[in-house]
């Protein structure tokens, strides 16, 4: 799965009313981190939100090209926990498990893979 076919495929997607998409699912991926979110989720969706803000903190960094503090990986982690998990959740995507902190695919979750062209 490459970044750049992902991004691609999200702006056509947008840009033709994404039909085959919920808008559940257009507005639980609005910002950049629930991009990278999603991203690292198709990957593998059976993480902690602990692994997954470690993964949108490092994969942010990389692409700004900067260092990523302790303080942005909890301002991530409580931002994932807070606002994205939830949403992502309510779009069928995973299923999030607020009191364990831990994630799962749900039953949209090869859907919204295979339409954003993260199956592969």
Do not use: C
């Not at 994404?18 to 993480?47: Q, W």
């Not at 602990?50 to 090209?65: C, H, N, P, T, Y």
């Amino acid at each position: 799965m490459d970044w750049h076919r992902f991004e691609t495929t999200l702006a056509r997607q947008t840009m033709a009313g994404g039909e085959s998409m919920s808008s559940e699912m257009f507005e639980a991926i609005t910002t950049e981190n629930a991009r990278y979110a999603v991203y690292a989720l198709a990957h593998r969706p059976d993480r902690t939100l602990s692994e997954l803000a470690d993964f949108v903190v490092g994969f942010g960094a990389m692409r700004s090209g900067t260092i990523a503090t302790p303080a942005d990986h909890e301002n991530v982690r409580i931002r994932l926990h807070h606002v994205v998990m939830p949403k992502l959740d309510a779009a069928g995507y995973v299923a999030y498990d607020r009191d364990e902190r831990t994630i799962d695919a749900a039953h949209r979750y090869g859907t919204v893979n295979e339409t954003l062209g993260l199956n592969g």
